[in-house]
């Protein structure tokens, strides 16, 4: 095992810190829970993680099958140029992607743990459509043949590390209580403006990726 793949690894897990959808439902939870918050927001980020880690096991142990796949359509120099022509105008057009777009973050229906469950599994299952950098960092791992024992605790670090932001904001909730009222409400409006952002970042990376596979075969 690499530095270089840990580094990898790391660097794409940190840009899926991005990911407003977790951090929005956290902080909708903070603002408006008033109890059991704590009981309430570890078994939501528990089920999105929880869903990420099985997720990225099953196309982790499909990745070879996959792979072989891919590498026999990569020789196939059509196709190859249509790879890099989607992937030149899926990182153009992350430039011109509407960054200011509004949306609200999920909320739950009721305050029971069942809910909570229920919206972890659901805002995870839009998501995992679009969560690029895991998938690259499955495929980093996949392409360093590493044995079971290895990219498991990789996959599980890389889910921790991804839901790292809910998590210290809910530690600094703990800490300074109502004084993180204002940041909060700040962040919240932010993440319902900004919420574009994250696809733009997402849709240059998917492109660079696509780029930079087709290459060697042009």
Known sequence: MSAELL??????????????????????????EKERLGSRLIVYLITVAAFYFLAGIAVRLGMDVVMKVFSSILKNRILSWFMLITGVLLFTASFYYPKNTKSDVPRPKSKSAAA??????????????????????????????????????????????????????????????????????????????????AVSWMMSIFGLILIFYSLDYL
């Open 116 to 197: 909570m469950i229920a919206l972890g599994f659901t805002t995870s299952l839009i998501e995992v459509g679009t969560a690029f950098p895991y998938f690259a960092a499955i495929g980093l791992m996949s392409a360093s043949n590493l044995a079971v024992c290895q990219w498991l605790p990789i996959l599980a670090g890389y889910n921790f590390i991804m839901l790292l932001p809910p998590l210290i904001l809910f530690i600094l909730h703990l800490l300074f209580g109502r004084v993180m009222q204002q940041p909060l409400e700040k962040m919240r409006v932010k993440l319902m403006s900004y919420s574009g952002s």
């Open 7 to 32: 580094l990898g690894v790391g660097g794409l897990a940190l840009l899926d810190m991005l990911s407003p959808t977790a951090l929005g439902v956290t902080v909708y939870l903070l603002l408006t």
